[in-house]
T-cell receptor, first 114, second 121 residues
Framework: ETGVTQTPRHLVMGMTNKKSLKCEQHLGHNAMYWYKQSAKKPLELMFVYSLEERVENNSVPSRFSPECPNSSHLFLHLHTLQPEDSALYLC?????????????FGPGTRLLVL | AQTVTQSQPEMSVQEAETVTLSCTYDTSESDYYLFWYKQPPSRQMILVIRQEAYKQQNATENRFSVNFQKAAKSFSLKISDSQLGDAAMYFCAYRSALRKNSGGSNYKLTFGKGTLLTVNP
């Protein structure tokens, strides 16, 4: 248990559905991240929030919409996804200011798009 | 752009033996951090060990140690006295050192594709 929780752990959705992934961290961190982990590929950074402000949007399609209402919570809103979006979505958090900080990961949400 | 390469998709080791996982990276920067993360079948990514590029001394953490060769841009992980619980996917990762006003890119961890380690009883 790293202090970062994600819900749901598994999600199956159709291409016309709208769903949201939730991440919560209990570590007092001020930076939060969304990563996508696909089979046979390195982890891909999607979004970074620092002090609730988005500081990185790594060319992610607009069908993924992040939200960071406070430093403890991070959401990823999903709509009209494609089958190739099926993957493990990992949330992470880290402290500020940035230095040699470690990112702490949640267990992930396994997403299947039909 | 930085890249991280793990040339061994899979490795296996006998319980109680030693195994070394390879990682190389490409960067033009002189100041950065390197990490090894472990992802067991439960899927929670856990930090194993961390190395600061400005430190010549290799990091160690109990049974885990690294061989950091900055000139060769190599960062291998050695696991001694392997245990069944060490079985997992291991990821090598790189992060630039923070520079002021350089935006979100310094938050980014660049990962390798991973090495799947099997521990045989």
């Amino acid at each position: 248990e790293t202090g970062v929780t994600q819900t749901p752990r598994h999600l199956v959705m159709g291409m016309t559905n709208k769903k949201s992934l939730k991440c919560e961290q209990h570590l007092g961190h001020n930076a939060m991240y969304w990563y996508k982990q696909s089979a046979k590929k390195p982890l891909e950074l999607m979004f970074v929030y620092s002090l609730e402000e988005r500081v990185e949007n790594n060319s992610v399609p607009s069908r993924f919409s992040p939200e960071c209402p406070n430093s403890s919570h991070l959401f990823l809103h999903l709509h009209t996804l494609q089958p190739e979006d099926s993957a493990l979505y990992l949330c992470a958090s880290s402290p500020l200011p940035f230095g040699q900080e470690t990112q702490y990961f949640g267990p992930g949400t396994r997403l299947l798009v039909l | 752009a930085q890249t991280v390469t793990q040339s061994q998709p899979e490795m296996s080791v006998q319980e109680a033996e030693t195994v070394t996982l390879s990682c190389t990276y490409d960067t033009s920067e002189s100041d950065y951090y390197l990490f090894w993360y472990k992802q067991p079948p439960s899927r929670q990514m856990i930090l194993v060990i961390r190395q600061e590029a400005y430190k010549q001394q290799n990091a160690t953490e109990n049974r885990f140690s690294v061989n950091f060769q900055k000139a060769a841009k190599s960062f291998s992980l050695k696991i001694s006295d392997s245990q069944l619980g060490d079985a997992a996917m291991y990821f090598c990762a790189y992060r630039s050192a923070l520079r002021k006003n350089s935006g979100g890119s310094n938050y980014k961890l660049t990962f390798g594709k991973g090495t799947l380690l099997t521990v045989n009883p």
